[in-house]
C-alpha cells in the first residue's frame, strides 16, 4: 500500500479499539494488504473510509484480523497429559467443581473437547466451562456444533459416537447436552476484563501472533485470573521461557501454574 501503516493503525484503533500495534507486524500487515487488495482498494485511507461506511466489511475485517485455526484434541499427547496428571491434581486441589475458562475459543472445539473429556470424571450437568474469542462469526458457529470429519481427526472415538451425529458422510454436530455445558462470550484479550478465581485457563496456539510485550500482559492477566496452584494451558508452540518472571512455575511442559 502506498500510503502510512502507522496512521492506518492509529484509525483502525480509534474505529475498532483493536490495536494492531500488538500484533507481530509483518504477519498482520500482509493478511490486511490481502484482504484489502481483494476488494481492489489501492490504499488504507480509502479502506478506512470504506469501513466506516459500510457495517458489513468492517465485520468482515475485524473478524478476518483472528486466526481461526482449530481442531479437536489438538496435540493429543497433551490433552492425555491433562486427563492423566492436571485434572486429577485440579480436582484433589480445588474439587470437582472447577472454573475453566477457554480464552481464544474458535469455533469452539477446545471448550467442548474440554466437556468431552471431564464427562469421563462427571455427569454433564455438572461441567460449566467460559468460553470466549474476539471474533463474533467463529463464536455463532461454536454455537451451531456443527464440524467438518477433518478437524475430529484427533478425537478419541468413543467421544464421536457418544457426543456426536452424523449429518452427511463429510459433517457432525455435537449434540444439545455438550453444547449446554460452554458459555460463550466476545471478549478481547488485550483490552477487556477477565475472568477471575480460575481453576484451569487454555489459551492455545493464538499468542504466537502478538508481540512479546502483548504476549507478557496477557500471560500477567492470565495470573491474576487464576487461583494460587491453578494451571494454565497454552500451545505447543507457546513455551514461557522465564515463566517465574510471571509468577508461574511450571507444572509439566505447556503446563504452567500460578505462584
Not at 469452539?108 to 466437556?115: A, F, I, K, Q, R
Amino acid at each position: 500500500m502506498a500510503d502510512n501503516y502507522e496512521v492506518f493503525k492509529e484509525q483502525i484503533y480509534h474505529i475498532t479499539k483493536i490495536d494492531l500495534n500488538s500484533y507481530k507486524e509483518r504477519q498482520m500487515k500482509r493478511r490486511i494488504d490481502a484482504l484489502i487488495a481483494k476488494h481492489k482498494i489501492t490504499s488504507y485511507n480509502a479502506y478506512v473510509e470504506t469501513i466506516k461506511k459500510n457495517p458489513v466489511m468492517l465485520e468482515e475485517f475485524v473478524n478476518y484480523l483472528t486466526i481461526n485455526v482449530s481442531e479437536f484434541y489438538r496435540n493429543p499427547e497433551q490433552w492425555n497429559l491433562l486427563e492423566a496428571d492436571v485434572l486429577p491434581y485440579l480436582f484433589n486441589r480445588f474439587g470437582n467443581g472447577l472454573k475453566i475458562w477457554s480464552a481464544a475459543c474458535s469455533t469452539g472445539d477446545e471448550p467442548y473437547s474440554l466437556v468431552m473429556l471431564l464427562s469421563k470424571f462427571m455427569p454433564l450437568s455438572r461441567i460449566k466451562i467460559i468460553a470466549t474469542d474476539i471474533d463474533k462469526q467463529v463464536l455463532e458457529k461454536a454455537k451451531l456444533g456443527l464440524y467438518n470429519i477433518k478437524s475430529l481427526k484427533g478425537l478419541p472415538q468413543e467421544f464421536i459416537s457418544k457426543y456426536f451425529r452424523e449429518v452427511n458422510t463429510s459433517t457432525y454436530q455435537i449434540l444439545d447436552s455438550v453444547k449446554a455445558c460452554v458459555e460463550f462470550k466476545q471478549h478481547d484479550l488485550l483490552k477487556d476484563s477477565y475472568p477471575n478465581q480460575c481453576d484451569l485457563i487454555i489459551c492455545r496456539n493464538v499468542l504466537i501472533y502478538f508481540t512479546e510485550e502483548a504476549k507478557d500482559e496477557i500471560y500477567k492477566k492470565f495470573n491474576g485470573a487464576l487461583k494460587k496452584d491453578a494451571i494454565l494451558f497454552v500451545g505447543s508452540t507457546e513455551q514461557i521461557i522465564q515463566p517465574q518472571n510471571l509468577q508461574f512455575t511450571t507444572y509439566k511442559s505447556f503446563f504452567y501454574k500460578k505462584i
